[in-house]
């Protein structure tokens, strides 16, 4: 069985959530299960990093701003896979072109053109966990690039499009998908399951939990997503 996993800022936002993710994902492979981590920067790594940037340029080349804001997502990949490695595991980290993600050159709003997915799965058949810097790929000219709000989890559905895996899943700061924002409506109603049409419509309306490219790719491909909460175990919300 092979499973990707997408971790959210937040969901790495200190050392004890590291941990979190990293005993998660490692009881995972214990079973025998092949996991792929897909990460976000942590915190709010990518908002100060743009911050210091238009303290610098406020008119910054959009290709160099790329290859900036990538570094984020590339930190913490190396920190998650050093916590598995802390936890016995055997773990590598890889940028997105690393990991054969190939987009357009639209700097900052790439699109994914193709995967391919041989690197990952020549690291998984050694036996590693793979965790990959999301956001981010290559262009054609051999660019960094990166794909926009909401790209870690357009990076994890294209990943587990092509490595054929058996599950997706996203843990965020929240326990699934909601009718309302349930931080801000205590009634709110989290759904069990929710069909990809009616999940995009509510992605294009404003909900954040996910992008609705995303959701998109995740339609087009067929790939039955899972959105759960990264701090607490329990039900989340399955999209598909």
């Known amino acids: 069985m092979l499973i990707v996993q997408k971790y959210g800022g937040t969901s790495l936002g200190d050392e004890g959530r590291l941990l979190r993710a990293a005993r998660r994902i490692t009881a995972l492979a214990r079973q025998g299960t092949g996991v792929v981590a897909v990460v976000s920067a942590q915190g709010n790594t990518t908002d100060e990093m743009i911050a210091r940037a238009a303290r610098v340029n406020p008119r910054g080349a959009l290709s160099e701003m790329d290859a900036y ?27 997105g072109w ?3 993600i190939h987009t357009d050159s639209s ?3 790439a699109r994914i053109t193709h995967v391919d997915p041989e690197p990952v799965r020549k690291e998984l058949e050694k036996g590693n966990i793979v965790v990959v810097a999301g956001f981010q790929g290559i262009s054609e000219e051999g660019r960094i690039t990166t794909l926009g709000r909401g790209g870690s989890d357009t990076t994890a559905v294209a990943l587990a ?10 843990y965020t700061d929240v326990d699934g998908i909601y009718d309302r924002d349930p931080r801000r409506y205590p009634d709110a109603t989290r759904f069990g399951r929710i069909g990809y049409e009616r999940m995009l419509s509510m992605a294009r309306s404003g909900a954040q939990v996910l992008h609705d490219r995303c959701v998109e790719m995740a339609w087009e491909k067929g790939i039955k997503l899972e959105v759960l909460s990264a701090l607490e175990d329990g039900p989340g919300t399955i999209v598909g």
């Open 69 to 95: 804001l990538a570094a984020g997502e590339q930190m913490s990949a190396a920190l998650l896979a050093m916590t598995i490695g802390a936890l016995g595991w055997s773990a590598v980290s890889m940028t």
């Open 107 to 109: 700097f900052g709003f």
């Open 98 to 100: 690393q990991a054969g």
């Open 161 to 170: 499009a092509a490595l054929e895996a058996d599950r997706c899943q996203i």
